[in-house]
């Protein structure tokens, strides 16, 4: 079945330490997106992207980094200037560029060390 | 700010009866309203939006929500429900493209 593949589910970083997540679609999506959750609140958009090579920042991009050099692959880095990395990721797909995603990932839980 | 509320955490149901699993949000602006799907093992996935236009909006499977401004509601709705319908729904409010606040979500649980 076509889904979005998150990994790892739970991930650790220590002080200073970029970390990488990853994040691949087999649904043929073109648009991808990454969003941040923390208690309480809705999902915050972090990166998205359209197109191979192109992404757009979101409401909260600092302190992350992402890259779109496969059409099926999305993965963000969270780097030491993030600040506050502790948080619920999600990234998802849609089929169109302009609305809203359509799936999502299980979701990757991040926690500082 | 926004926030959704889905007013049933579990609903139980047998299979062929009718369901109603229900949504609120609170907004001060214009927004566009969604229903996400979560089935047993598998990611979130969109089961119907509301953006504009006719106030009801269907899905391929059968269930359909209609939007009611002046009760801020967005309710899920299906004549007959499957087995195959049992997972977890959730409401999601947005006022911008690729922004989404979601309610907690409502457990559907089809008994045979």
């Known amino acids: 079945d076509g889904g979005i593949t998150q990994s790892p589910k739970y991930l650790f970083r220590k002080e200073g330490q970029n970390v990488t997540l990853s994040c691949e679609q087999n649904?043929?999506?073109?648009?991808m997106y990454w969003y941040r959750q923390d208690p309480g609140q809705g999902l915050r958009l972090i990166y998205y992207s359209q197109i191979v090579n192109d992404f757009q920042k979101g409401d909260i991009a600092e302190g992350y980094s992402v890259s779109r050099e496969k059409k099926e692959s999305f993965p963000l880095t969270v780097t030491s200037a993030q600040k506050n990395p502790t948080a619920f990721y999600l990234c998802?797909?849609?089929?169109?560029?302009?609305?809203?995603?359509?799936?999502f990932g299980d979701g990757t839980r991040l926690s500082i060390l | 700010a926004q926030s959704v509320t889905q007013l049933d955490s579990q609903v139980p149901v047998f299979e062929e009866a009718p369901v109603e699993l229900r949504c609120n949000y609170s907004s001060s602006v214009s927004v566009y309203l969604f229903w996400y799907v979560q089935y047993p093992n598998q990611g979130l996935q969109l089961l119907l939006k509301y953006l504009s236009g006719s106030t009801l909006v269907e899905s391929i499977n059968g269930f359909e929500a209609e939007f009611n401004k002046s009760q801020t509601s967005f309710h899920l709705r299906k004549p007959s429900v499957h087995i195959s319908d049992t997972a977890e729904y959730f409401c999601?409010?947005?006022?911008?493209?690729?922004?989404?606040?979601f309610g907690s979500g409502t457990q559907l649980t089809v008994l045979p």
């Open positions: 649904l043929n999506h073109d648009a």
């Open positions: 999601a409010v947005s006022d911008k493209p690729r922004q989404l606040t």
């Open positions: 998802a797909s849609s089929i169109g560029t302009g609305g809203q995603p359509q799936h």
